[in-house]
């Protein structure tokens, strides 16, 4: 009962965090203005994500604009595109295949080593997908640092953190996390002879050699 309970939270871990990497892609705010200059007018943020930028004004009023071109965007944008559309096409694919490999499930079989393999296998998807979105995540970030630190960089065109690049290390962390728990139900060799121990009176009793007169 256990072992099935570890499968259930590890596949809500793992919806939740992959719920979170695709609210993450579609969010604007990978990216905002920064404030760190006296001179800079804050009566407008500018957010960027990876597939709009928009600018907020004081009044309350929001404007997007997706991007023209995918081909002239920076590098590290298309990678992040890719690195999130791959996590996203992950997740239920990997939900599909741990969901028949539940103990509470009777699709995928009645051999419980079997279905033991496919949910360790969904497991192992969300793990990709997971990882895939941290890496994205860390890569874009790490950009965001460079820029702002980086001196030859205007101070009006320097960014800092947005929220979506939160969820998105959120997300990363709950997917790794609910896929390391489904990956713990690989069966282990050498483990089936204890599923179904040997009754003492079941047991076949050795030749007596005692002699009766």
Same mark, same amino acid.
């Given at each position: ?73 920076? !590098? ?5 595109? $890719?690195? *999130?559309?791959? +996590? /996203?096409?992950?997740?239920? &694919?990997?939900? %599909?295949? #741990? ?9 995928? !079989? ?5 279905? $033991?393999? *496919?949910?360790? +296998? /969904?497991?192992?998807?969300? &793990?990709?997908? %997971?990882? #895939? ?81």
């Amino acid at each position: 009962m256990a072992h099935g309970g570890l499968q259930v939270l590890g596949l809500v871990l793992s919806l939740a965090g992959w719920g979170a990497l695709v609210a993450a892609a579609v969010l604007p705010q990978w990216q905002m203005s920064s404030f760190a200059g006296d001179t800079i007018i804050t009566a407008v943020v500018t957010y960027q994500g990876l597939w709009m930028s928009c600018a907020s004004q004081s009044t309350g009023q929001l404007q997007c604009k997706s991007y023209d071109s995918i081909l002239a965007l920076p !590098g590290y944008i298309q990678v992040t595109r $890719a690195l *999130m559309v791959v +996590a /996203g096409v992950l997740g239920p &694919l990997a939900m %599909g295949v #741990a969901v028949m490999g539940m103990k509470c499930t009777r699709c995928g !079989g009645d051999d419980p080593r079997r279905k $033991a393999g *496919m949910a360790a +296998a /969904g497991g192992g998807l969300f &793990l990709l997908s %997971g990882l #895939a979105g941290l890496i994205a995540c860390s890569w874009y970030g790490h950009r965001i640092v460079t820029n702002f630190y980086d001196p030859t960089v205007p101070v009006n065109f320097k960014f800092e953190f947005g929220a979506a690049i939160f969820v998105g290390w959120g997300g990363a962390a709950l997917a790794l996390l609910g896929g390391a728990m489904l990956a713990c139900s690989c069966p282990r060799r050498g483990g089936h002879g204890r599923a179904y121990p040997r009754s003492k009176a079941a047991s076949p009793q050795p030749p007596s050699n005692r002699e009766y007169v």
